[in-house]
Structures are given as structure tokens and as C-alpha cells.
């Protein structure tokens, strides 16, 4: 897991690099290494060393004094595919993946990422054809940023933040803004950024540069979730198990460190699932090494889960951590993560970096945790709102044995939208009645769940969630890995029928049974969806926390922005500091003045005038 940087046909010094390399020093604080073939490539590594610490192990790696990479990420089958190039006559000089990813290029071209099982960015050059190989992971769970400069000369990042010295003109691109705002969960899906000049490189594609070439990159799809060749039981039972196998392949593989591993847990299924697994095989996988978890804990508010993990605790026999959030402690520094999450989002980064911060000053570089799973299996309440007529007695047993007032009681909309896709339009007042029904656009292939599911998974909510904690963590320089997204999972997820999800008045079905003796009944069956969220309602009764924001107000950067309208958000900050805020409308506040703590977040941390 690392910081990479890379240009090519761009005539910079050795010191010009090392300072743009350095903006993403946090993503890889353990060593760095820059290489170049004359000036025709230039490739930059900050290193977070996981896989094989020794100095074998160290980027930018060379082989056949030909190919050289730079290297982002977790291969997590690499022994078994170092298995196969030994067999195919290849050898190796490190036990790291990365030589492992190098090889595969050598041995199967591009299509060497069909047989990864992991999340990587990455460059590789080709120093005979003077050729150029980018490519990202499947669910983009590693970032990757391009842009061209003047005609056909490329740089390539893991942050814009390295890419910002490049530019002849830092310019930050209002109508991106304008719309990510508006439309936050729908930007990280797109190749759009917030600062003009720079695209997302997106995921599950690779792209081959040669130098010469214009300024635009060739870029390929190599994977898709609906895999039609899967093959599962039509017996709810078999499938059970078949997503209990890979699931526990998917920890296992993912345990594989040569340091020590953490998860960061609450107190839900899809942590709690992980923290089971992980136990049972830790001797085994393990060895040496230790295993930790770290839950933040929001004393005072609906949102601490506090209690649920001292169960697992118990059942699990956990070396666990409890960190008590308190954003008053990092009021300082609020702006500088602004500069670090480099994004426009709605929500406080403090509880995460806080969270992710403790875990790597406990001396753990690796956090295995739960993410993915509500967006493949349906752990949302509006996902409800995709069943259709056919659907309708597994929505009426959510009803039935959902006594509690919460957030996955599904809503009518659910019973709208039975009506509006299932009935033929011979029935105009049955129409009539689902018309406020929202419009779920069917995804050929799939039922519309599935495709609702698709959509939150690779459109919305996971892209984005992906992006936050892939800054949160690495702000602190920890790896999070996610056995959910494991590439078989996400195919099997779409191959399952919505009745594997919602089943006896229970969403993620499949994922609850799957445990079912394993995580405790009170968490595994527990409707209750807390999620962790930042409790900002609570936070803005402290008059620390309210004075902070309102002195934000008074500065002369605030009423200069250029991102957002100073007299607008002022009014909007009094006008709801008068009333007892719930949590969308605290949350607004934040939401209101984020783009002005970028903007100054840049300003005073950014490295925005040009080297070259």
C-alpha cells in the first residue's frame, strides 16, 4: 500500500519530483524511491511497507532492465500465482507482490489483471517500446488521477494534491463543484475533478501510452460484476454455504501481512462477521503476528455501539480498543484534513481520521474491514424500494417482524413500486396510485433489486464511500482491506435472487445466515442500522464547536471564497444554530462550509506553484 506519482516526456529535476512526490508522503511513510529513464519517464514511490519489509521489496521496482512499476495496493493471491510463473520458468529476486504483479505483465500482457485477486494503481513502463501500462482495480478501491500537459506529456497519482506542482495554473473547476455538490453521491463514478486539467482514472480498466501519442488515453474495461458464467444452487441452503466459503477465503487471503492486522469494528453484522473469521484462523494465518480491534466509541449519543462490541469482545476473546471521538480535539486541524481529503463531501472527516489515526499510532498498518456489504446484499433502507409485485410477501414479512421504529422499516414507496413495474397498465387505477413511486431503471441481466443494488454499488454510494476511506486511512498511513468486495463476491452478490437477500423479514440475508451461531443473535438479528456516522447534531451543542464555526464566518477568506456563496452559508450557519438540529440539518451546516476549508485547506498546505 503506497503513494505513486509518475510523468512522462516531461523534462523535470530529481528535487522538482521528490517535492511533488512528497504532498503524498503520508500514503507510503516508510521509505520513498524515484527513477527515470532519461526524460522520457519519470516514476515516484512512497512506500507503505506490508509484503515482504526488507529493501527487496522497494518501489520503483526494475526487471530485465526493461520494465519498470510503480506500485499502489495488495495482491492478495500472489503466492499462488508466484506459484505459476515459477512453473512457467520465471524467478524472483523478493517475496513482495509487486515483483509478483511485474512478472505477470512480462508473462500475460495486459490481461495479467484477470488473475488478480486485490486493489492496486498502477504504472508500468516499458523502456523498449516506450510504452506506458496504467491500470486500476476492479471496484476502484485504490484512486488513480491523469492529466496532460501541453500536448502529449503525462503525469499520473494516487492524489491530485501530487499532481497540482505540474500545472502551469491551479484552477479549480466551479461547475464540477457546483454538481458534486448537489449531486455527491453520483461524482466519484465519473472521470470529472473538482480542479480543472485532471481526470479519474476509472475503475476496472487499464489503458497502454505510448510516448508520442496525443493527449488522450485508450481506455479498456477488462471486468464486470455480472459474470454470467457463475453458477449457484437454486437451494437458499447451498448458497448459504457457497457465500460462506468464499467469504472466508476472501478474510483469509486478506490476512496475509507481514505485520500486524487490525479490523475496525462496530457493533453490526458485517464488521462483527469479519472479527469472527478472523479469530478463528488468526493462529493459523497469522503466525507471529498480532490481531487488534479498534471500535470509536460516541459516549452520550444514539450512535455509540460501545455495548454491542463488548459482546463480541466476549464471544470472540478480542484484544479491543475503544477511542472516544471528540471532534473538539481536532478543531485545529479540520482544514488541514480538508487539504488531505482533497474532496467536496457532506460529512466531518474527524471520527474516521481520529479512528484510523489510533489504530496506526497502536503500531497497525492494516485495518480488515466490512465495507460493500450493504450495497451487494442490501443493507439500505431505500433499496427496499426496488421490490417489485413479485417481492411482495418478503416486504410484507419486513413489516410483520420489524416491531422496532428505524431506519429499515421499508417505506410505501416500496409498495408503489411493486405496483408501478409488475402491473400491466389494463389496471389505470393501480397505476395511478404508484405513480409517486421514484423511477429504478432496469439493468438488462438483472431483477430490480439487483439493478438498484447495482447502481448503489458501482454508480453511488460505494465509489464514493471507497474514495473516503481510502483518504481517511491513508491520511494516517493505514491499509483498510475489504473482504466483501472480494471480486467473487460482487459477481456472486448479482447472481443471487432478491429472496437471498430479503428473507424472513430480514435484509442481508444471506450474510446473517451465513454466521448464524457464529456472531451473536442480538447483533446478527439486530434490525437497528447505526452506521458510522459522524454524531454532528451533538457536536454543535458544544459552544467550543459552534464558536469554531461561527468565527469561520467572520474571516476574510470566508467572505473572499470562490467556492462558495459567503452571505448565503452565513445566514444559513445563524439561522440554524437557533433551532435544535437534527442530524441532516447539522450535517448541512458542515456540508455548507466544506468547499471553504478546501479552498484554504489548499492554500495553506498546498503545494500549488508549479516546478517544471
Same mark, same amino acid.
Given at each position: 500500500?503506497?503513494?505513486?506519482?509518475?510523468?512522462?516526456?516531461?523534462?523535470?529535476?530529481?528535487?522538482?519530483?521528490?517535492?511533488?512526490?512528497?504532498?503524498?508522503?503520508?500514503?507510503?511513510?516508510?521509505?520513498?524511491?524515484?527513477?527515470?529513464?532519461?526524460?522520457?519517464?519519470?516514476?515516484?514511490?512512497?512506500?507503505?511497507?506490508?509484503?515482504?519489509?526488507?529493501?527487496?521489496?522497494?518501489?520503483?521496482?526494475?526487471?530485465?532492465?526493461?520494465?519498470?512499476?510503480?506500485?499502489?495496493?495488495?495482491?492478495?493471491?500472489?503466492?499462488?500465482?508466484?506459484?505459476?510463473?515459477?512453473?512457467?520458468?520465471?524467478?524472483?529476486?523478493?517475496?513482495?507482490?509487486?515483483?509478483?504483479?511485474?512478472?505477470?505483465?512480462?508473462?500475460?500482457?495486459?490481461?495479467?489483471?484477470?488473475?488478480?485477486?486485490?486493489?492496486?494503481?498502477?504504472?508500468?513502463?516499458?523502456?523498449?517500446?516506450?510504452?506506458?501500462?496504467?491500470?486500476?482495480?476492479?471496484?476502484?478501491?485504490?484512486?488513480?488521477?491523469?492529466?496532460?500537459?501541453?500536448?502529449?506529456?503525462?503525469?499520473?497519482?494516487?492524489?491530485?494534491?501530487?499532481?497540482?506542482?505540474?500545472?502551469?495554473?491551479?484552477?479549480?473547476?466551479?461547475?464540477?463543484?457546483?454538481?458534486?455538490?448537489?449531486?455527491?453521491?453520483?461524482?466519484?463514478?465519473?472521470?470529472?475533478?473538482?480542479?480543472?486539467?485532471?481526470?479519474?482514472?476509472?475503475?476496472?480498466?487499464?489503458?497502454?501510452?505510448?510516448?508520442?501519442?496525443?493527449?488522450?488515453?485508450?481506455?479498456?474495461?477488462?471486468?464486470?460484476?455480472?459474470?454470467?458464467?457463475?453458477?449457484?444452487?437454486?437451494?437458499?441452503?447451498?448458497?448459504?454455504?457457497?457465500?460462506?466459503?468464499?467469504?472466508?477465503?476472501?478474510?483469509?487471503?486478506?490476512?496475509?501481512?507481514?505485520?500486524?492486522?487490525?479490523?475496525?469494528?462496530?457493533?453490526?453484522?458485517?464488521?462483527?462477521?469479519?472479527?469472527?473469521?478472523?479469530?478463528?484462523?488468526?493462529?493459523?494465518?497469522?503466525?507471529?503476528?498480532?490481531?487488534?480491534?479498534?471500535?470509536?466509541?460516541?459516549?452520550?449519543?444514539?450512535?455509540?455501539?460501545?455495548?454491542?462490541?463488548?459482546?463480541?469482545?466476549?464471544?470472540?476473546?478480542?484484544?479491543?480498543?475503544?477511542?472516544?471521538?471528540?471532534?473538539?480535539?481536532?478543531?485545529?486541524?479540520?482544514?488541514?484534513?480538508?487539504?488531505?481529503?482533497?474532496?467536496?463531501?457532506?460529512?466531518?472527516?474527524?471520527?474516521?481520521?481520529?479512528?484510523?489515526?489510533?489504530?496506526?499510532?497502536?503500531?497497525?498498518?492494516?485495518?480488515?474491514?466490512?465495507?460493500?456489504?450493504?450495497?451487494?446484499?442490501?443493507?439500505?433502507?431505500?433499496?427496499?424500494?426496488?421490490?417489485?409485485?413479485?417481492?411482495?410477501?418478503?416486504?410484507?414479512?419486513?413489516?410483520?417482524?420489524?416491531?422496532?421504529?428505524?431506519?429499515?422499516?421499508?417505506?410505501?414507496?416500496?409498495?408503489? #413500486? $411493486?405496483?408501478?413495474?409488475?402491473?400491466?397498465? /389494463?389496471?389505470? &387505477? =393501480?397505476?395511478?396510485?404508484? +405513480?409517486? *413511486?421514484?423511477?429504478?431503471?432496469?439493468?438488462?441481466?438483472?431483477?430490480?433489486?439487483?439493478?438498484?443494488?447495482?447502481?448503489?454499488?458501482?454508480?453511488?454510494?460505494?465509489?464514493?464511500?471507497?474514495?473516503?476511506?481510502?483518504?481517511?486511512?491513508?491520511?494516517?498511513?493505514?491499509?483498510?482491506?475489504?473482504?466483501?468486495?472480494?471480486?467473487?463476491?460482487?459477481?456472486?452478490?448479482?447472481?443471487?435472487?432478491?429472496?437471498?437477500?430479503?428473507?424472513?423479514?430480514?435484509?442481508?440475508?444471506?450474510?446473517?445466515?451465513?454466521?448464524?451461531?457464529?456472531?451473536?443473535?442480538?447483533?446478527?438479528?439486530?434490525?437497528?442500522?447505526?452506521?458510522?456516522?459522524?454524531?454532528? #447534531? $451533538?457536536?454543535?451543542?458544544?459552544?467550543?464547536? /459552534?464558536?469554531? &464555526? =461561527?468565527?469561520?464566518?467572520? +474571516?476574510? *477568506?470566508?467572505?473572499?471564497?470562490?467556492?462558495?456563496?459567503?452571505?448565503?452559508?452565513?445566514?444559513?450557519?445563524?439561522?440554524?444554530?437557533?433551532?435544535?438540529?437534527?442530524?441532516?440539518?447539522?450535517?448541512?451546516?458542515?456540508?455548507?462550509?466544506?468547499?471553504?476549508?478546501?479552498?484554504?485547506?489548499?492554500?495553506?498546505?498546498?503545494?500549488?506553484?508549479?516546478?517544471?
Amino acid at each position: 500500500m503506497c503513494g505513486i506519482l509518475g510523468v512522462i516526456n516531461i523534462n523535470i529535476s530529481d528535487n522538482g519530483f521528490k517535492a511533488a512526490l512528497d504532498t503524498i508522503a503520508h500514503r507510503g511513510p516508510d521509505s520513498y524511491g524515484i527513477w527515470r529513464d532519461d526524460n522520457k519517464a519519470v516514476l515516484g514511490h512512497r512506500r507503505l511497507a506490508i509484503i515482504d519489509l526488507s529493501t527487496s521489496g522497494q518501489q520503483p521496482m526494475q526487471v530485465e532492465n526493461r520494465y519498470t512499476i510503480t506500485f499502489n495496493g495488495e495482491i492478495y493471491n500472489f503466492k499462488e500465482l508466484r506459484v505459476q510463473l515459477h512453473k512457467l520458468g520465471h524467478s524472483f529476486e523478493s517475496d513482495s507482490d509487486t515483483e509478483i504483479v511485474l512478472k505477470s505483465y512480462i508473462q500475460w500482457g495486459k490481461d495479467c489483471v484477470q488473475r488478480f485477486n486485490g486493489m492496486w494503481a498502477m504504472g508500468i513502463w516499458d523502456s523498449t517500446k516506450n510504452e506506458l501500462f496504467l491500470s486500476r482495480d476492479r471496484l476502484g478501491k485504490k484512486p488513480l488521477f491523469y492529466s496532460f500537459l501541453d500536448g502529449n506529456k503525462l503525469v499520473f497519482s494516487s492524489e491530485m494534491k501530487a499532481i497540482y506542482p505540474f500545472q502551469k495554473k491551479f484552477e479549480y473547476d466551479l461547475k464540477v463543484i457546483e454538481s458534486a455538490k448537489e449531486n455527491n453521491f453520483t461524482y466519484e463514478s465519473t472521470d470529472q475533478c473538482i480542479v480543472k486539467g485532471i481526470k479519474r482514472f476509472p475503475a476496472a480498466s487499464s489503458a497502454i501510452y505510448n510516448l508520442g501519442d496525443k493527449d488522450e488515453l485508450v481506455i479498456d474495461t477488462y471486468w464486470s460484476a455480472l459474470n454470467k458464467s457463475i453458477n449457484i444452487s437454486k437451494r437458499y441452503e447451498d448458497q448459504v454455504i457457497q457465500f460462506k466459503e468464499l467469504f472466508v477465503d476472501a478474510c483469509k487471503l486478506r490476512m496475509r501481512a507481514d505485520v500486524d492486522i487490525s479490523t475496525a469494528l462496530s457493533g453490526g453484522v458485517d464488521s462483527s462477521a469479519i472479527a469472527s473469521v478472523i479469530s478463528e484462523y488468526k493462529d493459523e494465518v497469522l503466525g507471529a503476528h498480532e490481531y487488534k480491534t479498534f471500535t470509536a466509541s460516541f459516549t452520550g449519543t444514539d450512535l455509540d455501539e460501545t455495548d454491542a462490541v463488548k459482546t463480541l469482545q466476549k464471544k470472540f476473546n478480542l484484544d479491543s480498543a475503544f477511542i472516544n471521538i471528540n471532534p473538539i480535539d481536532d478543531l485545529d486541524n479540520i482544514t488541514h484534513q480538508a487539504y488531505m481529503f482533497e474532496e467536496i463531501y457532506y460529512a466531518p472527516t474527524v471520527p474516521f481520521v481520529q479512528l484510523y489515526k489510533k489504530i496506526k499510532s497502536s503500531n497497525y498498518k492494516v485495518s480488515i474491514d466490512g465495507h460493500g456489504a450493504d450495497e451487494l446484499f442490501g443493507g439500505y433502507p431505500f433499496i427496499l424500494d426496488a421490490l417489485t409485485i413479485d417481492d411482495l410477501p418478503d416486504v410484507y414479512k419486513l413489516y410483520k417482524h420489524n416491531n422496532q421504529l428505524n431506519d429499515l422499516r421499508p417505506s410505501k414507496v416500496s409498495f408503489s #413500486n $411493486a405496483l408501478k413495474f409488475a402491473l400491466p397498465h /389494463k389496471f389505470p &387505477l =393501480l397505476q395511478k396510485i404508484a +405513480s409517486n *413511486a421514484p423511477t429504478i431503471h432496469k439493468i438488462e441481466g438483472l431483477n430490480w433489486l439487483n439493478s438498484e443494488l447495482y447502481k448503489a454499488s458501482f454508480k453511488t454510494i460505494l465509489p464514493t464511500l471507497l474514495r473516503n476511506y481510502d483518504r481517511y486511512s491513508m491520511i494516517n498511513g493505514v491499509e483498510i482491506r475489504m473482504p466483501f468486495l472480494d471480486y467473487r463476491l460482487v459477481e456472486l452478490a448479482f447472481a443471487l435472487p432478491s429472496t437471498s437477500k430479503f428473507r424472513n423479514g430480514f435484509t442481508k440475508s444471506i450474510v446473517r445466515d451465513a454466521f448464524n451461531k457464529k456472531v451473536p443473535d442480538e447483533i446478527l438479528y439486530n434490525k437497528s442500522k447505526i452506521g458510522f456516522n459522524a454524531p454532528i #447534531n $451533538a457536536w454543535v451543542k458544544n459552544a467550543k464547536f /459552534k464558536d469554531w &464555526l =461561527l468565527d469561520q464566518t467572520e +474571516s476574510v *477568506a470566508f467572505v473572499n471564497s470562490e467556492l462558495i456563496d459567503s452571505k448565503k452559508v452565513k445566514s444559513k450557519i445563524n439561522a440554524l444554530f437557533n433551532e435544535n438540529l437534527d442530524f441532516l440539518e447539522a450535517s448541512s451546516l458542515f456540508e455548507s462550509i466544506n468547499p471553504y476549508l478546501l479552498e484554504e485547506g489548499n492554500k495553506k498546505y498546498g503545494t500549488l506553484s508549479k516546478v517544471i
